[in-house]
């Protein structure tokens, strides 16, 4: 799951021709169906376990969080599949799957077979292929700008299945959210068989796909384990609060399961909208470690506060406020982190490796949450994600401060593609590039920049015309 800025302005879309702007919306739609069917038990689950026979607290987090394990071991694979076989097979075949363990989960008469439909859920893992479907779409110089619109669709899918998930689970109950669920799923199938465009060729991309031969350098790089591990106990946090989070809105504030909205849009707007400048500051300022960790401790205070004030309004909600601050700004740097922290070549496989982390982050946080819930209450739950971001605190402390290099990506011609060494050689001459890949497949150099040193006219004997991402 990815927080994004809000979605862009017609002129973030001038420049792509049609092509480039219908795969940004087909696919953002894609994913945002998937996502939305994903996300909308997430506030509802937990309210209807009495109604489930034989349902343990720690059953029901599986169930919440058993898809992330699925996802987090079919994502590289389906994802190395689609290179071989086509993004769009794996891609309506992941979706249709979603769609079998939707119907399995709408007809579960006990929790057994609802986690078996969470798991199959979790089965249709698309997200690699379909970030690897979109860089096939589109010209390096807009890619960048397609894969921010489709990442900005789940934040947005996450807000919105906050807000009509309980009212939709009030009015045809949990399985009904299931059955809606299998209609996404088929809408993106749609989607996929007859609006997302057919790609002419496939390509390995390094910076939107998972490569293969890359893979042991992004599971051993000291720092993006650190990063794994960051976005591992993020997702672990907000996955097992949810496992309490909606019994205590219920049992503890009074609010009817049909009135949670009125919680979580305001909290997720204004948490929102206050994020927004610490983005902005990190990135343009170049004050991105020290808000990193400063988010990373007022998750802490928040897991505390809401754990010491489950019974006082006024203050829970207020640690459910900044936790959603911290969230929100973590959701959105980590991935700009992990992308300067990685070397050219490997960044797409490194966020590959990352986002699997992510899910099963999802898985544990369930499960523990459940476990934790059923042995010390819904305190103890609270607790216990102060305690792990307590321990993410300290990993977070020894993160290196990071490099801000534009990674840029250019067409090569003919005469540079004939001896791609020397044209390494000669690239990383060039005052401001500091790291450079060649990608005779995409015909193609991936560069990594200082902005304030590099000047594009430079690399005029090496491309066609100087047109970038």
């Known amino acids: 799951m990815r927080f994004h800025p809000p979605l862009p302005s017609q002129d973030y879309l001038a420049f792509m021709n049609n ?61 190395l599949l689609s290179d071989k076989i086509g993004r769009k097979p794996v891609i309506a075949g992941g979706l249709f799957i979603f769609a079998i363990g939707s119907v399995v989960a709408a007809l579960a008469n006990n929790i057994e077979m609802l986690i078996l439909g969470r798991a199959i859920q979790g089965s249709g893992a698309i997200a690699a292929a379909t970030m690897a479907l979109a860089a096939d779409l ?91 591990i960051g976005v591992f106990i993020l997702h672990m946090i907000l996955s097992a609060n949810f496992t309490v989070i909606p019994l205590i809105f219920r049992d503890t504030l009074g609010f009817a399961s049909v009135e949670h909205w009125k919680i979580y849009l305001p909290v997720l707007v204004v948490s929102f909208i206050l994020s927004i400048p610490l983005i902005i500051i990190a990135e343009k300022f170049q004050k991105i470690k020290p808000l990193f960790v400063a988010s990373v401790a007022a998750l802490v205070i928040a897991q505390i506060a809401m754990g010491l004030m489950t019974s006082t309004m006024l203050m829970l909600l207020l640690a459910f406020l900044v936790f959603f601050i911290g969230f929100n700004f973590l959701e959105a740097v980590q991935p700009s982190l992990v992308a300067k922290y990685s070397s050219v070549n490997n960044k797409g496989t490194a966020m590959g490796v990352f986002s699997t982390a992510q899910f099963l982050g999802i898985f544990a946080g369930g499960s523990l949450g459940g476990l934790v819930a059923n042995y010390w209450g819904i305190q103890g739950v609270l607790f216990f994600g102060a305690l792990v971001a307590a321990l993410w605190l300290v990993v977070a402390l020894g993160l290196p401060q990071p490099k801000f290099y534009q990674s840029r990506i250019f067409k090569l011609n003919k005469n540079a593609l004939l001896d791609p060494t020397k044209t390494t050689q000669l690239l990383n001459q060039i005052a401001g590039i500091k790291e450079s890949a060649i990608s005779l497949d995409e015909k193609v150099v991936y560069l990594k920049v200082d902005k304030d040193e590099f000047i594009e006219e430079a690399l005029q004997d090496f491309v066609p015309q100087c047109s970038s991402s």
Request: aromatic share 8%.
């Open 138 to 228: 589109t010209r390096e110089e807009h890619r960048a700008k397609v894969m921010a619109i489709i990442g900005m669709t789940i934040g947005v899918s996450f807000g919105v299945a906050m807000v009509v998930g309980p009212i939709i689970s009030e009015w045809v109950g949990l399985s009904g959210i299931f059955w809606v669920t299998t209609g996404l799923a088929f809408i993106g199938i749609l989607l996929i068989l007859f609006v997302v465009p057919h790609p002419p060729v496939l390509h390995s991309h390094r910076d939107a796909g998972i490569i293969k031969g890359y893979l042991s350098s992004a599971l051993h790089n000291p720092t993006l384990i650190r990063m794994n």
């Open 19 to 79: 092509l480039e702007k219908r795969t940004a919306i087909s696919l953002a739609a894609v994913y945002a169906v998937r996502m939305l069917g994903l996300f909308m038990i997430l506030p509802v689950f937990t309210l209807y376990t009495k109604d489930i026979p034989e349902i343990t607290p720690f059953l029901a987090g599986l169930a919440i969080g058993i898809y992330g394990l699925t996802q987090a071991i079919l994502q590289i694979p389906l994802g």
